[in-house]
């Protein structure tokens, strides 16, 4: 539990140093909260993913924190039942909708309950694995070492293929309602991606057929955090998972990443078998709660 000479405080512009000093020793499961202050900075102006930084402060250091981000969603690293405060102070600064939470799996549960969120319906609710790899032992499938696939950056022209494929991933993996909300989101999420060069498309050696993708949704200099991993069920059983990620990991590694993590159901069987068959090991959980229906702000 939280000691009594501790103190909330809304981090701002010049508390990066503490912050990440305290994200830094729990990285693996820190990505989004690191890669977000890192890209955005502290102060909340209400894009995506700036966010409003609850922390809860002991002898000037920060040893637990909340962040309700523009898109929503609270990121979690409140070890020690601090979950529920901080999610709450967030959530109340902002005035925002909340539409999921994520972060290590018990402060997810810890929060949703202190916050009377139990009962309320979820369009996703998981408990995942959390995976991590460190880049020297990346292991090559044979597939993509032959040349009989390459992995390569996204291009304009993959745009419509990528954002079909992210539309049918939103749905299986996201719990997201088909329609026109989820077309646009895909669109968009892709557009970026492809802007920045942060997706990857595995294609057929000699067809150049599209086959599987991959993105990163969180990244810093020296390690990344995997997602939107998709194979089309047609296409699924023949390795293209593990190809596209370890193309990637192969990429970002000759540009000085060291370590990568990334999350999946634990029920995803075919998933983690993948992973491990390029050097993959579980270092713990991670929370994953979307809600059927944003939560307003008065409502916390």
């Known amino acids: 539990m939280p ?12 508390d990066e140093d503490r912050l990440d ?21 502290l102060v909340d102006g209400g894009a ?40 709450r102070v967030a959530v109340r600064v902002t005035g925002r909708e909340v539409r999921g939470m994520v972060g290590p799996g018990a402060q997810v549960e810890e929060a949703r309950e202190a916050l009377g969120w139990a009962g309320v319906a979820a369009a996703v609710d998981s408990r995942e694995d959390l995976f991590a790899l460190e880049l020297e032992a990346l292991v ?5 070492a032959s040349g009989a696939v390459r992995c390569e950056r996204a291009r304009r022209e993959d745009v419509v293929r990528a954002s079909e494929w992210r539309v049918a991933y939103s749905m299986e993996a996201l719990g997201s309602a ?17 802007e920045r060069g942060g997706l990857w498309m595995l294609r057929d050696g000699r067809s150049a057929e599209a086959l599987a993708m991959t993105a990163l949704n969180a990244r810093l200099p020296d390690r ?40 999946t159901q634990q029920e995803n069987h075919a998933a983690r078998r993948a992973y491990e068959r390029i050097g993959f090991v579980r270092v713990g959980d991670y929370g994953l709660l979307l809600f059927a229906a944003p939560i307003a702000a008065g409502e916390v």
């Open 224 to 263: 990344v955090q995997v997602g939107g991993v998709y194979t089309p069920p047609e296409l699924r059983g023949r390795g293209y998972a593990g190809a596209v990620v370890a193309g990637q990991l192969l990429e970002v590694r000759a540009a000085g990443v060291v370590r990568a993590v990334l999350f």
């Open 48 to 87: 995506r993913l700036q966010g409003t930084y609850a922390a809860a402060v002991q002898g000037g250091e920060v040893v637990g924190v909340a962040a309700h981000y523009g898109n929503g969603m609270i990121a979690l690293q409140a070890p020690e039942g601090r979950a529920g405060e901080l999610a």
């Open 3 to 14: 000691m009594v000479d501790e103190r909330v405080e809304v981090l701002g512009a010049g």
């Open 178 to 194: 088909p329609g026109a909300e989820v077309e646009r989101e895909a669109r968009a999420s892709i557009e970026r991606e492809v």
């Open 21 to 41: 000093r305290f994200l830094a020793e729990r990285s693996d499961s820190s990505m989004f909260l690191r890669s977000n202050w890192r890209a955005e900075g």
């Open 140 to 144: 090559v499938p044979e597939v993509l």
